[in-house]
């Protein structure tokens, strides 16, 4: 089974803070998304990877940045956290069938 | 633009059928999803069909297609307490593009 590990379950930041969301896969697969989640807004893609040091943007990349530095990690980076980045944040992988594996999910609180 | 849209809330009891519908605008969707995301965790493929089918059953759940209305349906046999838990349509074109709906929290009363 796939594997999709984000460091933080729960992460509770302050306004202006740099943060940092860790994602790891272990099945080789290219393409890694992270995506938020917010009630009755379902999942909206923030950006995508589909190779090393590749990125896309998504529907909302405004005030975040990704790297994907090796092919089994794919950061998602807040440079300067606010209040309207609260929320639920899901990593996910896909290795060509488009069926999407999720991490757990990360839910950051920025106070 | 592409768009799929499904009711936020179901409630049913133990044992009786659930059903969860969804509508879709693209018509070049390729896959259709239905993910379940239990309580604090993240989201799990539950089930999927190809856009050339019409219905595909796989133990208590069902899907129904139907291209024409661009609707899609999840039905859930004999609903248990444990499947509690939101739902999510999803649909894909092919590529990396998947689009979700809102989530339809289905709550089982015992």
């Known amino acids: 089974d796939v594997k999709v590990t984000q460091s933080s379950r729960y992460l509770v930041k302050r306004t202006g803070e740099k943060v940092f969301l860790e994602c790891v896969q272990d099945?080789?697969?290219?393409?890694m998304f992270w995506y938020r989640q917010d009630p009755g807004l379902g999942l909206r893609l923030i950006y995508f990877?589909?190779?090393?040091?590749?990125?896309e943007k998504g529907d909302i990349p405004e005030g975040y940045s990704v790297s994907r530095e090796k092919k089994e990690r794919f950061s998602l980076i807040l440079e300067s956290a606010s209040t309207n980045q609260t929320s639920m944040y899901l990593c996910?992988?896909?290795?060509?069938?488009?069926?999407?594996?999720f991490g757990s999910g990360t839910q950051l609180s920025v106070l | 633009g592409e768009d799929v849209e499904q009711s936020l809330f179901l409630s049913v009891r133990e044992g009786d059928s659930s059903v969860i519908n969804c509508t879709y605008t693209?018509?070049?969707?390729?896959?259709l999803y239905w993910y379940k995301q239990e309580p604090g965790a993240g989201l799990q493929l539950l089930t999927y069909?190809?856009?050339?089918?019409d219905m595909k059953q796989d133990q208590r759940l069902t899907v129904l297609l139907n291209k024409k209305d661009k609707h899609l349906s999840l039905r859930i046999a004999d609903t248990q307490t444990g499947d509690s838990a939101i739902y999510f349509c999803?649909?894909?074109?092919?590529?990396?593009?998947?689009?979700f709906g809102a989530g339809t929290r289905l709550f089982v009363k015992a």
């Open positions: 996910a992988t896909h290795g060509g069938s488009e069926k999407l594996f």
């Open positions: 099945m080789d697969h290219e393409n």
């Open positions: 990877s589909y190779d090393v040091k590749m990125k």
């Open positions: 693209d018509s070049s969707s390729t896959y």
């Open positions: 069909i190809f856009s050339n089918m």
């Open positions: 999803a649909e894909t074109t092919g590529g990396f593009k998947t689009i």
